[in-house]
């Protein structure tokens, strides 16, 4: 009797140390240089410096292709997105509103410049956010994108420069440089006073903000963790040092933080101890790592003159023998992964079964316990059943109904069906219309049952 157990994605295996392993994925490179990164949707937008802004169709990860690019000239360093509207910090060119309701032909929409150095933006509603250089923070109105107006200015104050920011909770958190990490409270969008602040003398670059934690990108300091339950009074809570490369963006979700740490590459850390960050993998791929979006199990790398990079996220599967039974255990959450198993390992990919059982949560990892083959070998692997596509939301109304998804993901068509589990599916004529953040089509209300699908060709 033979028993193997692997982690496998397309048929390959891995045997990293640690509880996962960051693989590249996907790669391109269009020149330039790629300084900040957004993921909206099946697209990746790039601030590509001096070659302006590219989009990117990653509804395939590990082949991201560009749709559409756009430069009006400055040098592109911070994207935002929000619905169909793409902002751009570009640098002393100011704030540039994209208008990318069709991404091979994005069109400039507005622009403002309030000087000195536009070098990141976040988008919250009908407001953008500009980390502004020695300017500090500076807050626009979209609502009419063709003429963004500052509604408000928030100082760096002595020695900052800002650099990233993120907003959550209507608070702006923004990494000063080296005056650190400034909190601002923009619930008012014609005033941003600073209500918080706290300096551990590195050079933050970047913040990111996960629940009560703020997490700070800070340079050759590494990476700093504060809780921000009174924002404030932030509170030191944990520190991670770094042996090389500066720690210039940091991105989070769950109990990851993943960083990007220039000539270093890409850190993974375990925050479940938030006191105690815990590095649980690490890639270098060479480039300089300046920006990232964390999404699902992929990271999405801005990486210098080495363009765009996608990881995945794989968990590792470990094996051993408990008595007769054989356990399996692999990391949690460790979210889109199933377990399966085969008899054999060959290409054919439907040699694989679905294992049924569901496995018990011991302390930080899955486990599940196995027979063992009565003969021959049995294999085992943790099967990605992702990437995600858009969700689809429906709203009854009279006589009608209302289906809409995120217009974020672009070239899907509608289909429906009148019993599932048949290839009966046609397209909806309807046309959808854009509605201020999503597509929405009006379908009659239906005599009996309806089931309605998303397709991307």
């Not at 250089?133 to 003429?147: F, I, K, Q």
């Not at 608070?171 to 000063?176: C, F, H, K, P, S």
């Not at 429906?394 to 068509?413: D, K, Q, R």
């Amino acid at each position: 009797m033979k028993i193997t157990g692997f982690v496998l994605f397309s048929l390959l295996a891995f045997n990293a140390a640690g509880q996962f392993t960051l693989v590249n994925l996907g790669h391109v490179n269009n020149g330039g240089n790629a300084y900040g990164i957004a993921v909206s949707g099946n697209r990746a937008y790039l601030a590509n410096f001096d070659d302006g802004l590219r989009i990117y169709d990653i509804s395939n990860p590990a082949e991201p292709s560009c749709v559409g690019h756009i430069n009006d000239g400055g040098f592109a360093s911070g994207v935002a997105v929000t619905g169909v509207t793409a902002c751009l910090a570009n640098s002393q060119d100011g704030l540039r509103i994209y208008d990318v309701s069709d991404p091979a032909h994005p069109m400039n929409v507005g622009h403002t410049n309030n000087g000195p150095d536009a070098i990141s933006v976040a988008v919250s509603g009908h407001f953008a956010y500009l980390a502004n250089d020695d300017d500090g923070l500076r807050v626009y109105n979209l609502s009419n994108p063709a003429c963004p107006t500052n509604t408000s200015h928030g100082p760096t104050g002595s020695n900052g420069i800002a650099f990233g920011l993120t907003i959550s909770s209507n608070l702006a958190y923004v990494a000063n440089n080296q005056d650190g990490l400034r909190i601002y409270d923009v619930s008012n969008p014609s005033a941003c006073p600073n209500i918080g602040a706290i300096n551990d003398h590195g050079i933050s670059f970047g913040v990111a903000v996960n629940g009560q934690l703020a997490l700070l990108a800070n340079g050759p300091d590494g990476l700093r963790v504060y809780n921000v339950s009174n924002p404030a009074d932030p509170v030191r809570v944990g520190h991670t040092n770094i042996s090389a490369g500066s720690t210039f963006a940091v991105a989070a979700q769950g109990n990851f933080a993943c960083t990007a740490n220039f000539n270093d590459g890409l850190h993974l850390y375990d925050l479940s101890n938030p006191a105690i960050p815990k590095q649980i993998a690490a890639v270098n791929d060479g480039g300089f790592a300046r920006s990232l979006a964390f999404v699902g199990n992929y990271v999405y790398l801005a990486n210098g003159d080495d363009g765009l990079r996608v990881y995945l996220l794989v968990p590792k599967l470990t094996l051993s023998r408990t008595n007769n039974l054989i356990r399996l255990s692999w990391p949690a959450p460790s979210p889109n992964f199933v377990l399966q198993q085969s008899t054999r390992l060959d290409s054919n990919d439907t040699n694989w079964t679905t294992v049924p059982a569901i496995p018990s949560l011991v302390g930080s990892s899955n486990q599940m316990l196995v027979a063992p083959a009565t003969s021959g070998s049995m294999y085992y692997r943790l099967h990605l059943i992702g990437p995600l596509g858009p969700q689809l939301a429906l709203t009854p109304g009279t006589g009608n109904a209302v289906i809409s998804w995120p217009a974020s993901f672009v070239g899907y068509h509608l289909q429906q069906n009148t019993a599932l589990g048949t290839t009966n599916w046609t397209s909806v004529t309807n046309s959808p219309a854009l509605v201020t953040d999503k597509y929405q089509v009006i379908v009659p209300a239906p005599d009996a049952s309806r089931y309605f699908r998303l397709i991307s060709p």
